[in-house]
């Protein structure tokens, strides 16, 4: 049983656009979430986070917003680059306790 | 820089033999964890310790696999008699056990198994 899904396992994108992955989630109990960015053959990279007690987080390009009540967060970045190009990770957790993560979504920017 | 370090980064081995991955964290960080991934799927939770201690292991943690932090700095992680299903990229991150939860992650080590 997933706890965390990424429906869309790639997107493509034109330079300049806005990029918008989506997360899913079912733990009621989950109270923290990032995103990480992963290039092939490398760890994850850490993005952006957020808080059950937010709804949006905003980090220069990437805007993260939570919705609690249909259990669903997006990262936005505008405007893309192609350097964003990579597999993007949603991950949760609830209180400590280790990252449950989605299975990716592969962004691609056209420039 | 003074992220977490993963060594060696490549392995390849043969099938029974045994493997030792080594993860240095970020200095002031007391949680360590390890993770695998394989193609196409998300980091999968294996253990973690909040300094020596292992507070955690994951089903998916076989008697095959040990993992140590002996004095709460330095992780290992040996896979013992190896299996091609252990052909995976194994991950470590580390944080703060309170305040900032964000975990960060290491380069990771690439396990081929023959």
């Known amino acids: 049983d997933q706890q965390v899904k990424q429906n869309s396992p790639s997107l493509s994108v034109q330079e300049g656009r806005i990029s918008i992955l989506n997360c899913d989630y079912t733990n009621s109990m989950f109270d923290y979430f990032l995103w990480y960015k992963k290039y092939p053959a490398e760890g994850p990279t850490f993005l952006i986070s957020i808080s059950s007690i937010k709804d949006k987080n905003e980090d220069g390009r990437f805007t993260v917003f939570l919705n609690k009540s249909a259990k669903h967060l997006s990262l936005h970045i505008v405007p893309s680059q192609p350097g964003d190009s990579a597999v993007y990770f949603c991950?949760?957790?609830?209180?400590?306790?280790?990252?449950?993560f989605g299975k990716g979504t592969r962004l691609s920017v056209i420039a | 820089d003074t992220g977490v370090s993963q060594n060696p980064r490549h392995k390849i081995t043969k099938r029974g033999q045994n493997v030792t991955f080594r993860c240095d964290p970020i200095?002031?960080?007391?949680?360590l964890y390890w993770y695998r991934q394989t193609l196409g799927q998300g980091p999968e939770f294996l253990t973690y310790f909040q300094n020596e201690a292992q507070l955690e292991k994951s089903r998916l943690l076989s008697d095959r696999f040990s993992a140590e932090r002996p004095k709460g700095s330095f992780s290992t992680l040996e896979i013992q008699r190896t299996e091609q299903g252990d052909s995976a990229m194994y991950l470590c991150?580390?944080?703060?056990?309170?305040?900032?939860?964000?975990?960060?992650f290491g380069p990771g080590t690439r396990l081929l198994v023959l």
């Open positions: 991150a580390s944080s703060l056990a309170w305040g900032e939860e964000t975990q960060y």
């Open positions: 991950a949760a957790s609830a209180r400590n306790t280790p990252l449950v």
């Open positions: 200095s002031e960080h007391n949680r």
